[in-house]
């Protein structure tokens, strides 16, 4: 971002929310994803099974990639109508979901249970399709609360130059 930030510099808001997604990843990184303290805290909150940090994870994989592919559709004016800009944004964000869970599946195939903290699936059959689902909402909310404000902050930038 420091590389690309004079020839692109982005939004406030978009710059705040991929240091909070990378905060996220690089906790579940350091404990894994399965074994995150605020995940526990969070299941016994909820009364859940299962440490739930891994969904706080695609949860933002959801939300950052859209405001991401959104604040490039704007200014590259790639898109035009706002119905199908919120649809490709989150287009992209679902596509994005899907490589990381092909990358999962690769990564369960190739080291079988050794796997298993990487993954952070603790067992439940149907991970894959609620990682995506929470990817799906991540991206849905970014755009119904954050689309206005995005708007205000790109209005700050010359497209042209772009």
Not at 100 to 120: H, K, N, Q, R
Request: contains cysteine; aromatic residues 14%.
């Amino acid at each position: 971002m420091w590389a690309t930030y004079r020839r692109f510099p982005l939004t406030t808001l978009l710059y705040a929310c991929i240091f909070l997604h990378a905060v996220v990843l690089m906790v579940g990184g350091a404990y894994t994803y399965a074994r995150v303290p605020l995940g526990f805290q969070l299941a016994d909150l909820l009364h859940l099974e299962r440490n739930p940090y891994d969904k706080i994870g695609h949860l933002f994989q959801g939300f950052v990639p859209a405001l991401a592919a959104r604040e490039i559709f704007i200014r590259g004016r790639y898109v035009r109508g706002r119905r199908m800009l919120a649809f490709l944004v989150v287009c992209v964000a679902m596509a994005i979901s899907a490589v990381y869970e092909l990358i999962e599946w690769l990564a369960a195939v190739m080291f079988g249970d050794g796997a298993y903290d990487f993954l952070g699936t603790q067992g439940d059959l149907w991970d894959t399709q609620a990682d995506m689902l929470f990817a799906l909402i991540g991206a849905v909310v970014a755009l119904l609360l954050f689309s206005r404000a995005h708007d205000r902050q790109l209005a700050k930038f010359h497209f042209e130059n772009n």
